[in-house]
């Protein structure tokens, strides 16, 4: 089993930035993958980035290439995610997962922390 604590979240004007920060606890030793993913009002969670935590590979949704970095500390079993930039439709409560495998779903979840962007 893997625990998930998600930090960092809040309100900021359009264009500032914020990051967030996913305490990871348990079993982390198992970890391939974590990642973000974010659920905005009325619609489906949706992924964001993830990165593989050994060889620190990184993916990101086109919307968020370019304002978005995903990184992770190993010794401190945290992973986060530097946003800037931010735009409106960037509200969302934020998702921090992680998998033990390469493919598949994700098997671990955090409660979720609350960005908003007002413009």
């Known amino acids: 089993q893997v625990q998930l604590a998600e930090s960092g979240g809040g309100l900021v004007q359009a264009g500032g930035s914020l990051r967030l920060s996913c305490v990871a606890s348990g079993h982390t030793f198992s970890m391939y993958t974590m990642g973000w993913f974010r659920q905005a009002p009325g619609k489906e969670r949706a992924f964001v980035a993830d990165?593989?935590?050994?060889?620190?590979?990184?993916y990101y949704t086109d919307s968020v290439k370019g304002r978005f970095t995903i990184s992770k500390d190993s010794a401190k079993n945290t992973l986060y995610l530097q946003m800037n930039n931010l735009k409106p439709e960037d509200t969302a409560v934020y998702f921090c997962a992680a998998k033990n495998r390469p493919f598949g779903e994700y098997e671990y979840w955090g409660r979720g922390t609350q960005v908003t962007v007002s413009s």
């Open positions: 990165i593989t935590w050994t060889l620190g590979n990184t």
